[in-house]
């Protein structure tokens, strides 16, 4: 009989592992959903123009369940919203993103290892174009001064990311006209 009762609790123990991982990640199947319906309405001649409002907890489950192939050196994002503002915090691995180029200059020396970078932008999108202006950035919480961040991006970004700068504007698709970033969610419009 104990032997028993082991075998039903070793049982039920496996069919709930075996659930979590589609539990854990079912906002961002939420958000699989809305893209996937903005993709569709994007394809239609008329588009649906009432909006789709994805939340930041979906955005960051959808990050954190590997739908997303973040950069070299990025090695994980959470982001959050309010009134225009985006706030990025991420592990980043320096020396992955140099990727073993060297610099002497004394700015660049804080740019190696790995560290927890927060950025804050203000973004936004109207008439189908998106604009992202940074204001600021921090590494492990000490501001990183413009010049030096312009500089890094300059050398090791834009290499591989011609459009990333301090100041980045992009089309958008999917007939997707305006995002507008509101507390702690997005939402975006099509026509």
């Not at 409002?53 to 369940?65: F, K, R, V």
């Not at 100041?167 to 507390?183: M, W």
Request: net charge positive.
């Amino acid at each position: 009989m104990k032997v028993f009762g082991i075998a039903v609790v070793s049982l039920i123990s496996v069919c709930i592992l075996a659930q979590q991982p589609a539990a854990q990640h079912r906002l961002a199947e939420s958000l699989q959903r809305k893209l996937d319906y903005i993709q569709q309405n994007g394809k239609r001649a008329h588009p649906d123009p009432r909006p789709t409002i994805m939340t930041e907890e979906e955005i960051n489950d959808y990050l954190a369940s590997g739908h997303v192939k973040l950069p070299q050196g990025v090695k994980k994002v959470t982001f959050s919203g309010e009134a225009g503002v985006m706030t990025g915090v991420a592990t980043v691995d320096f020396d992955e993103i140099r990727a073993g180029q060297r610099s002497s200059n004394p700015m660049l020396s804080i740019f190696n290892g790995t560290h927890l970078v927060r950025v804050e932008a203000d973004a936004a999108a109207t008439g189908g174009v998106a604009k992202v202006h940074v204001r600021t950035a921090s590494l492990d919480g000490f501001n990183i001064p413009r010049s030096w961040l312009e500089y890094f991006i300059d050398k090791y970004l834009k290499p591989k990311y011609p459009n990333v700068g301090m100041d980045s504007q992009f089309q958008l698709t999917d007939k997707i006209d305006t995002a507008t970033i509101g507390y702690h969610k997005l939402t975006i419009t099509q026509k």
